[in-house]
């Protein structure tokens, strides 16, 4: 199996414009869409936050838990579980109630896919990848609960359409990522006053 490409799907860099454009498609459809667009992004957001925090603390400090090897939390396991359990139901008509449910499962085995991806890869150990998707599942169910009675029109459609065939593109034009990591050692470096990140293969060894 080809574990690069199934990783690809909990990549920030694609997940994150597909539901910020979900949600303002929705958010766009009325008043009580818009309710339930700020309720999802807040549980997005805080469970992002909780990904970034969890990165910086071990970069910045070196916390983390050495008996069950997990530094933080898996990033991707996190923004599949965010996204595509939600995102495909919400495609499909509220009515349509049994379609729905078989969408919200088949998100479900992505996200797991995409966790596991993780490990062979050399991305996680299985620590991390767990403690990302009881994060993610969590956040998943409030976000169901939240958007279980809405649904996204044509034009919310379209735009997701629109947004999935330009990531496509640029993904075929061999733009650089942004590099995330980078960028949390950084934040955490400045923050701790540490000269350099803490190395996981380090601190796993010690």
Known sequence: MNWSLIT????????LPLLV??????????KPQRRAALRWAA???????????????????????????LTCLSGHTVSAWLTWPVLPMLVAPARM?????????AGIVIALLVGWSRVPLGAH??????????????????CIRVLWKQAL??????????????LAIVSQAGLDRPHTERWFQ???????GAQSPHDRAR????
């Not at 690809?8 to 997940?15: E, Q």
């Not at 150990?125 to 409030?142: N, Q, T």
């Not at 950084?186 to 701790?192: D, E, F, K, M, P």
Request: aromatic letters at 6%; charged letters at 10%; a positive charge.
């Open 21 to 30: 454009t979900a949600m303002t498609g929705l958010a766009l459809q009325g």
């Open 97 to 105: 109630r049994s379609l729905r449910i078989a969408l919200f499962v």
């Open 153 to 166: 029109d044509m034009r919310a459609r379209a735009l997701i359409g629109a947004v999935m065939l330009t």
């Open 125 to 142: 150990p299985l620590s991390e990848v767990i403690a990302g998707a009881l994060l993610g599942a969590c956040a998943a169910g409030l």
């Open 43 to 69: 549980i997005v957001a805080t469970s992002l936050v909780l990904v970034a925090a969890s990165k910086i603390a071990f970069y910045g400090w070196g916390t983390g838990i050495r008996h069950w090897n």
């Open 203 to 206: 601190w796993r060894a010690e």
């Open 8 to 15: 690809h799907l909990g990549d920030a860099a694609l997940v």
């Open 186 to 192: 950084a934040i955490a470096t400045t923050l701790s």
